[in-house]
């Protein structure tokens, strides 16, 4: 439903809403107090804690999962200490309303988004909105440039990625490698793997004496 206004024109605010501008368009959105919020997969949220027993206090922007940990955590996709570093795999404190050092969270502003975007791809970790993940994009050559690949033999080869079906094929499937040692040892890996299968299916074949 849309409500055509003119310059001048005010809207209640709806009694625990707060009104958001997105897209050219004014959205009111519910309020949360922050003891009461528990956020869910895919909200991006910023929490300030203090420390328990020091008066140090962190401020984050995170990506939670949902998910409440059996520590008294809400466990996040990704976690960026302001001025710090991208962490994967974290947790923030849970808020409680009489806690001594009980923190504050609420919702990500779209430009505190875009730091902790900004941030995640420095370290090439992109957040699907679709899916509601975070994942690592694998390294790729350039046009023509140079990689590696374990072939049926379990050797190594250079190849030159044209974005041919067959460079796609290697890179999907992870048989692509930025240099030649990770692909050696990967090969190491297969040939111990082989050899075990092997050995399997032989001591198989030898209980059915066939």
Known sequence: MSTKVKSGDSINIPEGCKAVIEDGKVIFQPEFKDADYVPKRGDIVVCTYQEPYSAYKETVTAICTGHRSEYGRYDCFVIYEHGGIIKRNKGIPVVRKHDEYQSKIRLATDEEKEILFDKMKEQRLYWDAKNYNVFLERWRAENNGTYYF?????????????????????????????????????????????NKLKSILLQYHDKLGK
């Open 150 to 194: 374990v072939n049926a033999k379990f050797e190594v080869e250079t190849a030159y990625d044209k974005y041919s079906s067959k460079d796609d094929y290697l890179y999907n499937i992870g048989n692509y490698f930025c240099n030649e040692y990770d692909a050696k040892s990967i090969a190491m890996m297969l040939v111990e793997t082989t």
